[in-house]
């Protein structure tokens, strides 16, 4: 790592505030960062791994860090990362990834995950949930939210989005995220969005269920319906999936009178009909 690219890493992380008193500081909060970063880009999953990692490449990290006192102990390391403000961190890390990633992010998606084993029952804490987006393309986290449980998200996701750099990238999210306020955010923010719609949406989705079977039925020309399927199989099972799409301009908006769904342009069904053990069954 030549002294620029550190000094540029440096730059992204200026903005984290230092928590810890002045007197107390023995080593400085962007050599522990920057050994952190580093440590774990090598494998290092937890503060004795890092403190490990710092210690043996200690001559390599001088030649661009201060490192007043040598490296952190794996304690101090701990102590730091658990005082310093997470949101400040994000927000200067997804900086640095946007800077440094090679490939353009197109598709982020957002979904919300409970890690099973995370609970401490003993001490009433629950397992923890994540809402997190994910850039398909560079198979990367870009930021994570946690939340109480996924009833949660719905609040999670408009602060997860303010992280990110949407312009001209194409936003998934399932049905949970399937807001008009989270549709008129990501607009805002120059983005795209593909939301998945159930009866959460009750009047919606009662719309486009009906337009789709009367579509279907009639293959009337004015819906502009058109479809493409794909075929695969594996594990003794063959899968169909069909999906057709409407995009008139005149049927859209029907759908969306007043444009609550912001720039709403088309809406899509997805049937998936499964083949297995002599079975077949139709999503």
């Known amino acids: 790592m030549p002294p620029s690219r550190e000094l540029a890493l440096a730059a992204y992380f200026a903005a984290v505030d230092d928590p810890r008193i002045e007197r107390t500081r023995a080593h400085n909060l962007l050599d522990s960062i920057i050994i952190t970063i580093c440590a774990v880009i090598c494998g290092a999953d937890d503060w004795v791994g890092v403190a490990e990692f710092g210690t043996s490449k200690h001559a ?21 990362f658990a005082r310093i403000d ?13 800077a440094v990633q090679t490939v353009r992010t197109d598709v982020i998606a957002i979904d919300g995950k409970t890690h099973r084993g995370s609970h401490d029952r003993p001490n009433g804490q629950a397992a923890l949930h994540l809402v997190s987006a994910w850039a398909a393309e560079n198979r990367l986290v870009l930021g994570q939210v946690a939340v109480d449980d996924k009833s949660n998200e719905i609040t999670a996701i408009p602060q997860l989005l303010d992280l990110l750099d949407l312009r001209d990238c194409t936003v998934t999210i399932d049905a949970m995220g399937c807001q008009t306020a989270i549709a008129t955010k990501i607009r805002d923010r120059q983005g795209h969005y593909v939301l998945a719609l159930k009866a959460n949406q ?36 063959i899968e169909t999936r069909t999906t057709y799409v409407i995009n008139d301009p005149e049927v859209i908006a029907y759908l969306n009178p ?5 720039d709403l342009a088309s809406v899509a069904l997805v049937e998936a009909q499964r083949t297995a053990e002599g079975r077949t069954t139709t999503e």
């Not at 486009?208 to 099972?237: C, I, N, W």
């Not at 007043?258 to 912001?262: A, K």
């Open 60 to 80: 390599w990290l001088k030649q661009f860090l201060e490192l007043p006192n040598g490296i952190p102990s794996h304690d101090t390391f701990g102590r730091v």
């Open 86 to 98: 997470p949101k400040q961190f994000q927000e200067s890390f997804l900086q640095w990834i946007e």
């Open 202 to 237: 009750a009047t919606l989705y009662a719309d486009v269920q009906a337009l789709f079977a009367d579509a279907r039925a009639a293959k009337q020309p004015e819906y502009g319906m058109t479809s493409a399927s794909d075929t695969t199989s594996g594990h003794g099972r």
């Open 258 to 262: 007043g444009n609550h769904w912001r």
